[in-house]
Structure formats: C-alpha cells, structure tokens
C-alpha cells in the first residue's frame, strides 16, 4: 500500500531517461527537517540504447517510445500534484548525433525541459549520492548504466577524480554478445575491452579502498547474492562483497542458460541478458583497484540531484546516523523529551558503571555513541503493539536502511533498543552471531540492560528522575535516585528490571530514592 502525500509535503519528482530503464522517481519531505521520502519509483524497460543505429541517431521509433513513456510519466505527476520535476538524460542521447532534435521535441510535445547530463555531471551526482547516505571517507564510485560508466575518486569526502566510460552493461551484451548470454570467448573479448578502456586510468589503479557500485547492475548483483547465500537480512544499501564473493557469483551462473538466468530468484528478468557482462566489468575493477571490499549504495543519479537540489537546506553539521534516527523517531512518533530522558539516565548510569568497574578501555566512545541512540528510539516497536514491542523494534530496525550505518552496526543497533533480557538476545541475534565475538555481544546486552534501567526510572514519562548516584558499599551496589516527585511507579518498576544488569556484572543492585 502506498502511503498518503499530506498536501504540506514538498514533493519532488525526478526522471531519468536511462540507455537501458526510463524511471520516474517522487520524494517528498514530511517536514522540514526531515529528509526526503521515496513514495512512488516507475520503471519502465524502454532500452532507449538499442534504438540508437550505427550513424548514433536515435530512430523515430525510439523517439516514439520516449515521448509514450514520457507521458505516461506526466499523468502520474499531475495524480501527485508535483510540479518540481527535473528531467534528465543520459548517455544513449548525449551520444546522439540528432540529440537537439530529441531535446526539442520533449519539449515541444510534453513540456518537459530535458536536461542532457554531462559526463562530469552524471559522475559528480553519483558521488554526491554516496557521501550523502554512507559515512565513507575514502572512495572509488563506479555507476554502470547501460551505455556508459561513470567512475570517481574521493578522499576525505571530496571529489578528486572522475571519468566517463563509453560502455555499459547493455551496451557491452549489443557490441560483444551475439547470443543471450555471452561464451566463454565473449567474456575474454569483454575484459580484454574493458582493460584497454581503465589503462588510460591510472588513479584507479592499487588504491586499496571500497569499491562502492551505484546502479541497476550493482543492485542487481547484491540481490542476487544475498539469494544465494540466505542472508538474513532486507535491504541492500551498504552491503558488503569482497571479489570472492563476485568470483563466486560468476561460477554459480556459468552453468545457468538464458531462461534459467531470468527464472533466478533476486535477479531482474530484464537484466538475465546484461548481468555477465557487467561481473566481468565489476571484477576487473576490485582487481585493479585492489578494493578492499565493494559496498553497495542503493542510492546514486537520481538522490544526486535531489541531494543536490537541496543542499542549501542540509545541515552539514549533522551526522547521517543523527539524521536517520530523526526521522525513525518522527515515523513512530517518539516523544523527543521522554527519549532526551532516557538517554540522559542511561548516560548517566553507563558512566558511572564505568567508573566502578574501570571499564574505561573496555568501553569505548563508539559503544556511548551507540546506547544514545538506542536510547532514543528503545522498543520503538510499542508503536505497533506494547506486547510484543522487542520483537517490533528488532524486525524494524534491522530491516530498515539506517544511513551511515553498515549491516552490521544496523543489528547492533537493532540488538540494544529491542533488548528485553537474554533469551530474546539470543534469539534475535541467531542468525547474525558469527559477526560478532562473544565479548561484541556481552557487551550489547550490557547497554541493552543499562537501557531497561533507564526505561524504569521514566515508566510514567513524568521525567521525574533528577539525578542518579551509584556507589559501592559492602560488596553491593547503592543507587541514590534524587526526584522531584511521586517515583512509587518508577520504584516498583526498577525493582522488576534492575535484575538484569545484576547478573551482567555480577553485583546486587539496592534502589534508593528520595525527593
């Protein structure tokens, strides 16, 4: 079901017309602030490339075929009420000879103004697209569409190089594959292309960071990998392959023919024709770069122009992961001075456990970082049913992409705001416990019971809990809980989840509470 665009939303929509997909894209912000939502993605598999003859014009039949798409397009927007629409086109009609023409009759006929995107455009929104949505420092994006493929290299988050390449995954099965799928021959005729085209790059070369792929093929590749390894997790932005993986890929589809390739679970049938093709072009890559692994960004051309189309109103001083738990806290309507309590105590108690076990080492910067966030949005999941709030909280969470956030900081994250006692720990973390070592995970259920605390001493959400003193007397732990007013349910409450923490560390926790 698609959700409601209130009339104060800004909506945005955006189209790009693609060599292989034609898409119209529509965001909308719920309220300044807060980021733009996706609320409808149109693909259509126009294949705009092979209506571009050998004299590189676009026939009138491809022409025909943009015009059709386009307004099926315009009744959408005008369904939404959208009138900030950008246009843009990439490679197939850049390397038009009759492109002015195109460009002219978009307009003439639909009203649209079409933006041909240049090659240091369509690489700069690419790269604009990755640093805002992943905290990556240092970089090489690779956007394959499918007539051409657009590289960057960035270091401290800025843009230091870029390239265009004429091919793509589309393009690459038109000039080399005569069949569906290409030969062992092909392949070889392929990467022998590819090579010669990334010689004339010598920034690419050895850089030992992330390769990280924006793009249908790259999207493509990520679900079809998390299909055959059973990952237990939705969502691609920000999953991690390293070249085995890609290796691996390749040797599990060799077998495979062109009817079983578009029957495969995680691959798009349009892309059965293009997916060899473009593993090869991904596989060089890590090789020459020596990439030390190859992120994922579900987000690239389209969220570059939106991010930059709305860049004065970015607050640059905001981490992305602030920024997401923002918007979590808006989508579940979180009472923002219940959670500044909450992660006021919890700040509180986790400081001073530090100081009573010296646990100053053990716990690090990252693991405070971590508990004030969960805090903000712990057991989130009541939104939906009080009942069964951990179980909520921990499918949401770690089903839902967190900007700034790995795969695996997303279940930490998830594991801490759920936690409910060690049982459920375990229960949720099953398929996830080789990623962390048993010390990762004793700690997480550490922060979780510091949360279960602090979650009692706010049970009225009156914010009544003014100050907290813990000390060490006689073997015991005394916590003085300083209030301004009625604490009988917070004092019941505590009583009912101090147990938690207590058999963490090992102690016997006394409540003191006094106004």
Not at 201 to 223: C, D, T, V, Y
Not at 497 to 514: G, R
Request: charged content about 25%; some cysteine; aromatic content about 8%.
């Amino acid at each position: 079901m698609k959700r409601v665009i209130h009339t104060l939303e800004r909506k945005v929509g955006i189209i790009d017309i693609g060599s292989n997909t034609m898409r119209l894209v529509i965001y909308a912000q719920p309220q300044e602030g807060l980021p733009f939502k996706e609320v409808e993605n149109i693909k259509m598999g126009v294949r705009l490339r092979t209506y571009l003859n050998a004299e590189q014009i676009v026939s009138d039949e491809g022409i025909s075929l943009l015009l059709d798409t386009l307004h099926s397009f315009q009744l959408l927007l005008h369904h939404y009420k959208v009138t900030d629409i950008t246009c843009v086109a990439t490679a197939t009609i850049r390397q038009a000879k009759n492109r002015e023409k195109i460009l002219h009759i978009v307009q003439e006929r639909t009203g649209f103004t079409l933006m041909l995107l240049n090659e240091y455009e369509e690489a700069f929104y690419g790269y604009i697209a990755v640093i805002h949505s992943t905290d990556i420092k240092e970089g090489i994006t690779v956007d394959m569409g499918g007539g051409s493929t657009e590289i960057t290299y960035f270091r401290n988050r800025k843009l230091l190089e870029y390239c265009s390449l004429p091919f793509g995954s589309l393009s690459l099965k038109l000039d080399f594959v005569k069949g569906s799928i290409p030969t062992e021959e092909e392949k070889e005729q392929i990467r022998q292309y590819v090579r010669a085209q990334l010689e004339g790059i010598p920034w690419i070369f050895n850089k030992e960071i992330p390769l990280i792929g924006m793009g249908g093929s790259a999207r493509n590749l990520a679900q079809l990998q998390q299909h055959l390894i059973n990952y237990p997790l939705a969502g691609i932005h920000q999953y991690e392959m390293d070249i085995s993986t890609i290796q691996e890929a390749q040797e599990k589809l060799k077998p495979l023919t062109f009817p079983e390739l578009q029957k495969l679970e995680g691959l798009s049938r349009e892309r059965a024709d293009t997916i060899l093709p473009s593993l090869e072009v991904f596989d060089l890559l890590l090789d020459s770069s020596k990439s030390t692994k190859f992120i994922i960004s579900k987000k690239g051309l389209r969220e570059g122009i939106l991010y930059n189309k709305i860049a004065e109103q970015d607050n640059v001083s905001t981490s992305l992961v602030a920024i997401s738990i923002e918007e979590i806290m808006h989508d579940f309507h979180i009472n923002i001075d219940n959670s500044r309590q909450m992660t006021k105590i919890a700040n509180v108690i986790l400081k001073q456990v530090n100081k009573i076990k010296e646990m100053e080492e053990y716990i690090t910067n990252q693991d405070t970082m971590l508990l004030k966030q969960a805090a903000c949005i712990f057991h989130l999941g009541k939104y939906l049913n009080e009942e069964s709030s951990s179980h909520h909280t921990f499918y949401l969470l770690s089903n839902r992409s967190i900007l700034g956030f790995s795969h695996r900081e997303r279940i930490k994250l998830a594991l801490i705001a759920s936690y409910k006692g060690k049982r459920t720990f375990r229960q949720y973390i099953e398929p996830f416990k080789d990623w962390y070592t048993q010390e990762e995970q004793k700690k997480m259920c550490l922060l979780g019971s510091i949360l279960k605390v602090a979650q009692s001493l706010n049970i009225t959400k009156r914010n009544v809990v003014d100050d907290i003193k813990i000390s060490s007397k006689n073997g015991d732990w005394v916590m003085d809980i300083q209030c301004h007013d009625d604490y009988k349910p917070e004092e019941y409450r505590i009583e009912k989840q101090k147990k938690h923490l207590e058999k963490l560390l090992k102690i016997s926790l006394i409540p003191n509470f006094y106004c």
